[in-house]
């Protein structure tokens, strides 16, 4: 069975800091990968999806990139994260249609 | 331009009475939709979803509405059950796009016991 594993689970980071939140996927190849970030309060923002190694694409232009350097690897990155980076961050993936999408656990990043 | 809608923010119903979550689109090219649950700290698990080809789908205690015409659909939750408490998302596919999907702003489900 597929598994999506997302780490880590919380991260509290100073302004100004570099980030790097990696999602893995088993059990299935050439997924779609996607990374979303729900702020507080609000609804899924997707940021970055990837329907294959090295492609990349992207949402909403921000402070943060994404890689996608191995079939089932997704790494969310920024060289020096704001204030407004704080949120809850989703890694998912899916096998294309129907569009189904499976999340992982997510990941509570806290910038002070 | 918010293309899937849920415009009730939250809904209170009590234990063993029907639930009705709503969400409304824009975009007469989506061709499929989805209906994901969230509990607080987790990630948003599937649900249910429907095919534009129909206008009902049922899993359990689930089921889901599509009216084209009115560019709506709707998720039923009988009995409702207070595990059923949770930000539901309404989401939607391009018929053209079917490399991403596009959710709604959720609607916090509390059933009350």
């Known amino acids: 069975s597929q598994t999506i594993h997302q780490w880590p689970a919380t991260l509290v980071q100073p302004v100004g800091s570099p980030l790097s939140l990696e999602c893995t996927v088993e059990?299935?190849?050439?997924?779609?990968l996607y990374w979303y970030r729900q702020a507080a309060g609000r609804g899924l923002q997707l940021l970055f999806y990837?329907?294959?190694?090295?492609?990349i694409s992207s949402e909403v232009p921000q402070n943060l990139s994404a890689s996608r350097p191995q079939d089932r690897q997704f790494i969310l990155s920024s060289k020096k994260l704001l204030l407004s980076d704080s949120g809850f961050y989703l890694c998912a993936w899916s096998t294309g249609f129907p569009n189904i999408q499976y999340f992982g656990a997510g990941t509570r990043l806290s910038v002070l | 331009d918010q293309q899937v809608k849920q415009n009730s923010p939250s809904l209170s119903v009590q234990e063993g009475r029907i639930s009705i979550l709503n969400c409304d689109y824009t975009n007469s090219m989506f061709d499929y939709f989805l209906w994901y649950k969230k509990y607080p700290a987790e990630g948003p698990t599937f649900l249910i979803s429907?095919?534009?080809?129909?206008d009902k789908n049922e899993d359990g205690r689930f089921t889901v509405f599509l009216n084209k015409s009115a560019k709506h659909l709707s998720l039923h939750i009988v009995p409702s059950q207070p595990g059923d408490s949770a930000v539901y998302f309404c989401?939607?596919?391009?018929?053209?796009?079917?490399?991403?999907?596009?959710f709604g702003p959720g609607t916090s489900l509390s059933v009350i016991p």
């Open positions: 429907i095919s534009s080809i129909k």
């Open positions: 989401a939607a596919s391009l018929k053209t796009s079917y490399d991403k999907v596009i």
């Open positions: 059990g299935t190849s050439n997924p779609n």
């Open positions: 990837s329907v294959g190694i090295g492609q």
